[in-house]
Structure formats: structure tokens, C-alpha cells
């Protein structure tokens, strides 16, 4: 049963904007952690942030914030991320992830934490 399906990537000049999609089975979205990672060519996965669809709490890595926003759309099960002023850098295959029912401690930022993956979107910044 596919849980997670992303959409919306694709090719933008830097300084340009996308917006990408997560949309998920009520049970892996509702009241949890649902997390955005992006692998670039080459390099391990790596954190965007995340939301807690409980109460739109959002986290971000250093590297995009002021940039990135997450938000959530619960009517629909989805989780949005908001990708503005895009560079080069953050070029990449991008993942949303679901936190694990039922783990009360770890790391969000570690992809190993979590079993269940989108089947990513591709996003490509050029310059």
C-alpha cells in the first residue's frame, strides 16, 4: 500500500520558486511528524524539515530557512513544501517521509529514523 506520493518538482532558474506535494493515508498523516528530505546527485540524503500536522509546528534545516515553508492542507492529507528564492545548491531528489507511529524519541533529522518514503520528485535549479 503506497502511503506517500509526491509531486510538483521540476526545473526553475535559480531565484525562482516551486512547490511540492506530499500526500499521505490519513493514518501516517494524521497527528505526526511529516518530514521533507532531498538528496543531491552524488551526496547522502539530507533534512529540509519538517511539520507536526497536530499543530503546524515546523522545523527547517539552517541551509533553507528564510527560504522553505511547510504547511498542510488536512482536508486533503497533504503536506506542501513551499520552495522559494531556489539556487543551484539545492538541486536534488526530494522525499517526504513519515515519522513512525508509535517512536516517541530520535533524531528527525535522520533519514535512517524513518520507514516510510515517498517515491521523491526531482527538482533542478539552474544558474
Known amino acids: 500500500q503506497v502511503q506517500l506520493v509526491e509531486s510538483g518538482g521540476g526545473s526553475v532558474q535559480a531565484g525562482g520558486s516551486l512547490r511540492l506535494s506530499c500526500a499521505a493515508a490519513g493514518a501516517t498523516y494524521r497527528n505526526n511528524y511529516m518530514s521533507w528530505f532531498r538528496q543531491p546527485p552524488g551526496k547522502e540524503r539530507e533534512a529540509v524539515g519538517y511539520?507536526?500536522?497536530?499543530?503546524?509546528?515546523?522545523y527547517f534545516a539552517d541551509s533553507v530557512k528564510g527560504r522553505f515553508t511547510i504547511s498542510q492542507d488536512n482536508a486533503k492529507n497533504t503536506v506542501y513544501l513551499q520552495m522559494n528564492s531556489l539556487k543551484p545548491e539545492d538541486t536534488a531528489m526530494y522525499y517526504c517521509?513519515?515519522?513512525?507511529?508509535?517512536?516517541?524519541?530520535?533524531?528527525?533529522?535522520?533519514?535512517?529514523?524513518?520507514?516510510?518514503w515517498g517515491q521523491g520528485t526531482q527538482v533542478t535549479v539552474s544558474s
Open positions: 517521509a513519515a515519522w513512525p507511529r508509535g517512536k516517541n524519541s530520535g533524531n528527525r533529522f535522520d533519514p535512517r529514523e524513518y520507514d516510510t
Open positions: 511539520i507536526y500536522t497536530g499543530s503546524s509546528y515546523t
